[in-house]
């Protein structure tokens, strides 16, 4: 779990190899001011799968649970902990037929948003512009997608790309 000084927390999830190489480093924001992590487990494919709450409301709270796939979550490439480009879970997901993809760049460059379907091509490219730092959200809407792409009821992979890097991937189901 990570707090700030907004009084802000989520979900940090680092990965480590045998030899205690980060593989890979993930963090949850639920859209709301407190994310907390409780509960870390493997499962028998080594799937990490992370349990907590999220508060929706001055008292509610919702259980939070995230399995992160060995198989599809797409990131073997160093992190550098003074890079903070994160790519977070769409919302909500699943979705039909319209979804935000949120996202926080460390330094401004040419932003890429790109969908591709559960073999891996791309669909289509959403974004494809110069931003700057900061935090940014993207709408993608299937019913409005000005290439006149057909998207059907299943499972897409969207990812982040800052100036042709990869910043991260993540998976999202459309339900017709």
Not at 42 to 71: C, E, R
Not at 135 to 140: E, L, M, V
Request: aromatic share 14%; charged share 15%.
């Amino acid at each position: 779990m990570t707090d700030s000084t907004d009084g802000i927390s989520d979900y940090l999830t680092m990965k480590y190899d045998l030899t205690g190489n980060i593989k890979w480093i993930r963090k949850y924001n639920g859209y709301s001011l407190v994310d907390r992590s409780t509960c870390l487990s493997l499962d028998n494919n080594s799937n990490v799968i992370i349990s907590g709450f999220t508060q929706n409301s001055f008292n509610g709270f919702w259980i939070t649970t995230i399995k992160y796939s060995q198989l599809t979550e797409i990131s073997d490439h160093d992190y550098n902990f003074k890079n903070n480009s994160i790519l977070f879970q769409n919302y909500p997901n699943p979705f039909n037929p319209s979804t935000s993809i949120k996202y926080n760049l460390s330094s401004s460059g040419i932003v890429s948003v790109k969908i591709y379907d559960i073999a891996g091509k791309e669909i289509i490219n959403l974004l494809n512009e110069f931003q700057i730092s900061g935090s940014h959200t993207i709408n993608f809407d299937n019913d409005k997608t000005g290439n006149k792409v057909n998207f059907s009821s299943g499972i897409y992979f969207y990812s982040l790309l800052l100036n042709g890097n990869i910043i991260g991937t993540k998976r999202m189901f459309l339900i017709k």
